[in-house]
């Protein structure tokens, strides 16, 4: 039997609009969900997938995918590599679950709205396939932790970690609420498919599955590589929408979601993956520096894309460029410092030869996190433990609700970007999130940071130990430092050489 | 140009697959050569991914893939180790293609 060439009946295939008689187009598409910018059906029936995949394809591929990443899982189950690792390694795949896993079903039903609500035929299509992409990387990244559960209780948090008010899943959930559960469906492809998943998920997916590799971690390196085969399709969901709209002159409007979604994801991504790139990841496995990833994935690949698309760079570029080197490191010191209120054993990372690897990939560190590190270093070796650990809470930033923070030491330039608003004060870490407020302040204002909902008094008592109750963190959950403050040592010896010499 | 620091050059006009490291992967290698004569292709392996690039355009066939493999090889399991990939991409029977639109 002759069978016709996919492309021969693809276009006809998913050209399933109509004309509703029934109904209005704005009640079949309601236009809040829709998010069509005024476009009526036709325009978007030019939607042209680049990336084109039809369902009985999918399943194939899909099943080839699992069968890979469940079998090297089954395979090494029994070489014991979580408990033979590294702490700091560890410490990676408890943030990693945590932050991830659960925020991938969120990402399903982004996929669902897009499927649903859509005027665009082809956008529905592919966005059905990515809903079962997202349930996929949800099903896989809760079954892959699930065995460590019972050698450690921190890994329950791959489960549980969206239900808490930790700070960092404050911070998480505000940003994937504002780009992906909060939008109309063509707003989720460009902020969530195009401008997360073509640049900043390959980070998380591929550079640390780099690390992961170099770390005989192979099931965790399978794992979130398989993973990113699916992102790499549907992140493609975007690129159309955004011909579309640049050809209806609606560049401005596209520029805005793509300006706002960038800047949220780069700040996410430097306090999860920065840390565990330059800090937690055992020196010897490192491949490359968080800039240097960052470099490879988002200033060369990215950039590239997103003016190849027909768009200008986000309008901060160079303070992002210039931030690549910087707000990772404070991040790091912030996230250690208040240790007991994350829910992994942050790696310190500052032995000599990780501040030799940290100095020559970032020229000044010692000079200036250093010198705070050079604090905590000493109180460790003086055994001053009250002093290196945190009684207050940091200030937070009321857009990406992450610790206000500059740089230390001689680069010093912490400050505040501060904004009133209909009678109320909102601190910013940065020009950048504070003009993100100003694009849409009615979206954010009524948020409360967890500093805000401390001085409110919904946290009580009015302490650390109030704020990790708040926070939901067990004793015995709470983070200490993953080596047990072994890397101390090095420091203590050198003093007493210092001391005998 | 160094082989190493192609992809991560600031502004640079390569397009390719980052494949996940594997016998697919080897077979888009070759292919690579193959389907784009007179082009030079740029491989940086990852360890956990590799990327495989040339200058602005890249064609892979199905055939070329098919035969490198020495298997059935159909063109949407390149799905199944394609992570990622720099450029554009456009679907075509048989084939697929990366390019970039603008040419800096
Ligand atoms: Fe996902
Ligand atoms: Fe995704």
Known sequence: MAVLNRMDWYDLARSTNWTPTYVTEDELFPPQLAGAFGLPQNAWEKYDEPYKQTYPEYVKVQRDKDAGAYSVKAALERSRIFENADPGWKSVMKAHYGAIARGEYAAASAEARMMRFSKAPGMRNMSTLGCLDEIRHGQMQLYFPHEHVSKDRQMDWAFKAYDTNDWAMIAARHFFDDIMMTRDAISVSIMLTFSFETGFTNMQFLGLAADAAEAGDHTFANLISSIQTDESRHAQIGGPALKILIENGQKAEAQKRVDIAVWGAWKLFSVLTGPIMDYYTPLEHRKQSFKEFMEEWIVAQFERALTDMGLELPWYWDIFLKDLSETHHGMHLGSYFWRPTVWWNPAAGVTPAERDWLEEKYPGWNDTWGQCWDVIIDNVVDGNMAMAYPETLPYVCNMCQLPILGTPGKGWNVKDYPLEYKGRLYHFGSEVDRWVFEQEPERYAGHLSIVDRFLAGMIQPMNLEGALAYMNIAPGEMGDDAHNYAWAEVYRALRETRKAG | ?104
Not at chain 2, 12 to 27: E, F, H, S, T, W
Not at chain 2, 73 to 89: C, K, P, T, Y
């Open chain 2, 1 to 104: 140009m160094s082989t190493a620091s192609s992809a991560q050059a600031y502004h640079n006009n390569m397009v390719g697959p980052v494949m996940r490291a594997g016998d697919l992967a080897l077979a888009v290698i070759e292919a690579a050569r193959i389907d784009n004569p007179g082009k030079e292709v740029f491989v940086e392996d990852k360890r956990a991914y590799i990327r495989i690039h040339t200058e602005h355009e890249m064609i892979l066939r199905r055939e070329t893939i098919e035969e490198e493999l020495g298997r059935p090889f159909r063109m949407n399991d390149l799905e199944v180790d394609l992570s990622s990939f720099a450029g554009q991409i456009e679907s075509l029977d048989g084939a697929v293609r990366f390019y970039f639109a603008k040419k800096l």
